[in-house]
């Protein structure tokens, strides 16, 4: 996914830009990058963090940079910060989100033949670079941002640092990433997470609205583009994605999770000994889960924390695969002829899920009930980098849908919880697991857990409604509850 941290500051801003763009480090894998205004210009730094932390990488650059304002980032896949001289002057950018339409974006701008591109990113254009070209395609950059919200199909947050040190913080169309603003005495910060505040002397200020831009400087912040509706703001955060001690829309991550697991007690009670956690983002549903049913907190498996920090993985399959097998490390005393429930955030292949059961089994686990925190995972998700999976058809409930009803299945019958083809398709991802018994999160359930209305949040990965397009559902399926662009929908 990729997160973010600006600040300008009435004195130097470094130490807050610095620990405020590490407090991302949950939110990527790959690259992370700042960029200063000090007084002779722009300072940039740009290093792999796929092996190792953002701090141990940026120690030296840390102790070089000097400025008032700066921009940080944690990246999924490209480098950034860029440094872009355009006619609206020199600037710095960073972007959060994914462009999914950038072939036909790059064929439009080649068009008027003086467009290129010279930051690559895995072989295709910098989705960074993209954004810049297309802000830079208006008269000012105000006009510019509004312009590439328009025109990016996905989602784009943004920061960007002028060469006069002025600080603009842009949320996307839709409100998918969060983007907040926190003040102290002399400086102001922009970030995605809330929880990088606390700890550097900031207070949460405000939070930008879907397509808001603003621009910050130490003493305020003034709106240059008032926000845009719908807010369509990512239910993932709060199951998997976000930090615990973030909030969202004022809706914290944690409590959130506990009533996650609440509920899921409530509708799926059992007879167990214990109930647990996969770490990390299990944890406080199982909490939640076990103080509800009344059963025993345990932690089955432990994990290694001291070197294998980081929730996400690198991007090779098996590597992914070895890497959650050493982090977690079982407690045989805690598992052997035990009846354990275990909540996880959600299935996405199932692959790793397989492989923690087999060895809950081998430890001699006597029954194992999975509960999981959000529905069954129907639709890849097109607003975010999710998942590296490059198929909707890697999803496990793909997988025996095509099994089930072969190619042409219609997908949005298996939407409903109480319906037949929702239940064969649980039974056999239970039975693919080899678990005891198997239940995902309602999704009624998921969103009075989270706090906000059905219509604030995207819930595109479990429904395929997506609000940007008419009508709010992609695929005319008659399950939607508000009419789709293709004549179905309004049936539910
Ligand atoms: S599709 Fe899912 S992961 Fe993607 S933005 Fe929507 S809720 Fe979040």
Redesign the pocket.
């Given at each position: 996914m990729g997160g973010f941290f600006g600040a300008v500051a009435a004195d130097d801003c470094v130490t807050d830009l610095f620990y405020g763009t590490d407090y991302h480090s949950h939110l990527g894998t790959m690259r992370g990058g700042l960029a200063v205004r000090a007084e002779k210009g722009f300072q940039r730094a740009i290093h792999d963090i796929s092996n190792a932390q953002f701090r141990t990488k940026f120690e030296n650059d840390f102790r070089r940079f000097e400025g008032r304002s700066g921009i940080g980032v944690i990246s999924d896949n490209e480098d950034q910060p860029l440094v872009i001289s355009s006619h609206l002057g020199l600037y710095a950018i960073v972007t959060v989100g994914v462009v999914t339409n950038h072939a036909e974006l790059t064929r439009e701008l080649f068009a008027g033949r003086s467009v290129q591109f010279s930051e690559m990113s895995r072989g295709g254009i910098n989705p960074t670079e993209l954004v810049a070209t297309l802000i830079n395609s208006q008269a000012t950059l105000a006009e510019g941002v509004r312009y590439a919200q328009q025109k990016i199909e996905g989602?784009c947050s943004m920061l960007i640092l002028t060469d006069t040190g002025d600080l603009y913080a842009a949320r996307d169309r839709f409100g998918?990433t969060p983007v907040v603003v926190g003040r102290k005495e002399g400086a102001v910060a922009v970030a995605m997470e809330s929880c990088s505040f606390p700890n550097l002397g900031y207070s949460l200020d405000r939070e930008l609205g879907p397509g808001e831009l603003v621009r910050c400087a130490c003493d305020g912040v003034e709106t240059v583009l008032p926000p845009l509706g719908p807010l369509?703001v990512?239910?993932?955060?709060w199951v998997y994605f976000g930090y615990p001690s973030s909030s969202y829309e004022g809706r914290n991550v944690e409590m959130s999770r506990y009533r996650c697991g609440g509920a899921l007690a409530r509708r799926n009670p059992v007879d167990a000994d214990s109930v647990g956690g996969v770490p990390d983002s299990g944890v406080a549903h199982a909490l939640g889960y076990a103080a509800e049913a009344g059963i025993r907190y345990a932690r089955p498996f432990v994990k290694y924390t001291p070197t294998w920090p980081r929730s996400f993985m690198p991007p090779d399959q098996k590597a992914r695969e070895l890497i959650a097998q050493m982090k977690l490390i079982p407690i045989p005393g805690l598992i052997q002829g035990k009846r354990l429930v275990f909540c996880d955030d959600s299935i996405v292949r199932g692959t790793q899920l397989r492989d923690q059961v087999k060895r809950l089994y081998d430890d001699g686990a006597r029954e194992i009930h999975m509960r999981i925190a959000c529905p069954p995972l129907l639709?890849q998700?097109?607003?975010?980098n999710?998942s590296r999976s490059r198929s909707e058809m890697d999803l496990a409930t793909r997988r025996i849908i095509r099994e089930i009803e072969g190619d042409n299945a219609d997908v949005a019958a298996y939407l409903d919880p109480d319906g037949t083809p929702y239940r064969e398709m649980v039974g056999r991802i239970r039975q693919r697991l080899g678990l005891s018994s198997l239940a995902y999160q309602r999704l009624d359930d998921l969103v009075e857990a989270i706090g906000l209305p059905r219509d604030q949040?995207?819930?595109?990965?479990?429904t395929g409604e997506d609000v940007s397009k008419p009508g709010g559902c992609t695929h005319g399926c008659g399950h939607c509850p508000a009419p789709c662009a293709a004549g179905g929908g309004g049936a539910r």
């Open positions: 989602s998918r369509a990512c239910s993932f955060l639709y998700c097109r607003f975010l999710f949040l995207c819930t595109y990965c479990w």
